[in-house]
């Protein structure tokens, strides 16, 4: 490697992000810290503070904070670095300026110890955003449809069976009457949060059709709406987020976790990491395959055949699967713009076979 190549930035500045108050250690060339700052964590706090520094090196922890914070130093002229303070070493010595001076250190030798995290932008970010929103609507009207329903059972009625758009017309017409001033807000509540969900979903399918046009080649597969192939679209950003399509499954936390030891080698559960949304997502779309409605395909068949083996928790560890290699599928079909054939891997056994 040329000698340039081993350069050392002129000089590295470290932040440790906070609420309402950011530290910022600056380290030079040598090593040696030449100035500590306190800012707020305001936009124009920040450019009031970096505006008239040299351009150096910026390292930040990620946080709630670092994706606009990195946006507006980048447009400032400033080589930014968000670090992923999971997975980097931990600090012996934790305060906030500690943290600062120990960001702008790693930041100054090697990028690599940081495992830097890439940001959306901000387009991207907002119609995440969008389906954050929707899903805690969501998850909000089921929460008070299980309260009205438990409510009513509990004075011993039962509410009709039927969709969540339509529970709260349904429910209004079979309410015993003695429950109406307790369970009618609900209701009401109810309503509301159904308009709002149609609303997110009129919305998110523009977006799809609009501005994402890829997540149709996500949706050829039965189970994968709108609102899954958007998700996957944005957090993954790009299809070479991923060195190949089997990757997929571990940055979404879909893999087992690891503790082998000698000729110990025990079965864990998922690692759980990256987004939490698209993974509950995925996990959804696999049951949808593995109902008895759903139509038959490579993914169905996998999941069927896990489920019938291996006990109680056999059915758990196959959606699992499925969803898994879901993923994967999702991944190649972005990747690729192919066509989805249902039946891949009978086409090639097929194929396979000698001619009788």
Known sequence: MSEAGHALPVETIGIDLGDRFSHACVVDARGVVVERVRFASTRSAVEECFRSRSRARVVMEVGARSPWMSRVLSAMGYDVTV????????????????????????????????????????????HLAILRAR?????????????????????????????????????????????????????????????????????????????????????????VGPITALAFVLVLGRPDRVRSSRS????????????????????????????????????????????????????????LRLAAVGGKAARKRAVVAVARRLAVLLHHLWRTAEVYEPLHNETIARGARPAA
């Open 135 to 223: 899903d805690i609507t969501v998850r909000m009207r089921t929460k008070l449809i299980n309260c009205v329903r438990g409510t009513v059972k509990a004075f011993g009625f039962d509410l009709p069976s039927c969709d969540a758009h339509h529970f709260a017309d349904r429910a209004a017409q079979s309410l015993p009457p003695g429950l109406s001033p307790a369970l009618a807000p609900l209701l009401r509540m109810i309503a509301t949060t159904s308009r709002e969900v149609a609303r997110y979903d009129l919305l998110i399918a523009r977006i799809c059709r609009d501005i994402h046009p890829e997540t149709a080649l996500l949706r050829q597969v039965p189970a």
């Open 83 to 126: 670090a992923n303070t999971r997975k980097m070493p931990a600090n012996p010595l934790k305060t906030d300026d500690r943290d600062a001076e120990f960001l702008a250190r790693l930041g100054r030798v090697d990028l690599g110890l940081l495992y830097p995290v890439e940001h959306r932008d901000e387009e991207k970010q907002g």
């Open 248 to 303: 997929v499954g571990a940055y979404l936390g879909l893999v087992p976790r690891k503790s082998q030891s000698g000729e110990i080698d025990p079965q864990l559960r998922i690692t759980k990491t990256g987004d939490k949304l698209l993974r509950r997502l995925l996990v959804g779309c696999a049951q949808g395959l593995m109902r008895g409605s759903a139509p038959d395909t490579d993914l169905r068949r996998l999941g």
